[in-house]
């Protein structure tokens, strides 16, 4: 009867044993599983965080394109506007300079203007337009500082071209003003005068 009974248990404890190692085997799958899962999880959106990241960039990279083209075509749109887009009328200048001149009572202004160029022989056109510009080097004497912005700012609005200065030097003149020359400064500049001509 003991020995019955003995048997009896051991069966028992094994079946209790064998149980208890499946419920671990699962358990264990069940967390390599979880794991698993857990480390694609975070591979996925690691992966999601940096499509997302360049997304942006390529929507900020487009949104700054889109800006910069609508700036253009506005600058485009204003320049033929004022009437910028006719072939380059140098008598014009001339005469808006001898004017610009005596209007401001400047002392003295020399200047000279360069045959025309396109403005960048590498791209040269802009749909149907090419940009065409003459340089201007000018040498005036000056009061003051304010005798060259107001003669650059006059440019800018009395003449259909636009007008971008290159560079300008400015020295102080040596020695007393003079009764003859009251002149104190001397400026020195490059200046283009830019069209936009349609091509034909």
Not at 17 to 45: D, K, N, P, R, S
Not at 51 to 77: F, H
Not at 130 to 157: I, N, P
Not at 165 to 189: D, F
């Amino acid at each position: 009867m003991d020995s019955n009974a003995s048997a009896l248990s051991l069966r028992h404890l094994a079946g209790s044993l064998a149980f208890l190692l499946l419920a671990l085997l699962i358990a264990g799958g069940l967390v390599f599983g979880i794991m698993h899962y857990g480390e694609q999880a975070q591979q996925t959106f690691r992966q999601a965080q940096t499509e997302l990241s360049e997304s942006r960039s390529r929507l900020a990279r487009a949104q700054d394109d889109e800006q910069e083209i609508r700036a253009k075509i506005d600058r485009y749109r204003e320049i033929i506007e004022r009437g910028r887009t006719e072939p380059e009328r140098r008598l014009d200048w001339v005469e808006a300079l001898r004017h610009i001149k005596e209007k401001r009572r400047l002392l003295g202004m020399d200047y000279e203007i360069a045959p025309q160029r396109p403005l960048d022989p590498k791209n040269v056109a802009s749909g149907g337009y090419s940009f065409l510009v003459s340089t201007m080097k000018l040498d005036m004497m000056m009061l003051h500082e304010l005798d060259l912005l107001g003669l650059l700012s006059d440019l800018a609005t009395q003449v259909p071209t636009l007008v971008s200065v290159r560079q300008c030097v400015l020295e102080r003149l040596p020695g007393a003003p003079q009764p003859q020359s009251p002149a104190l400064l001397r400026a020195q500049c490059e200046i283009d005068w830019i069209t936009l001509q349609e091509k034909i």
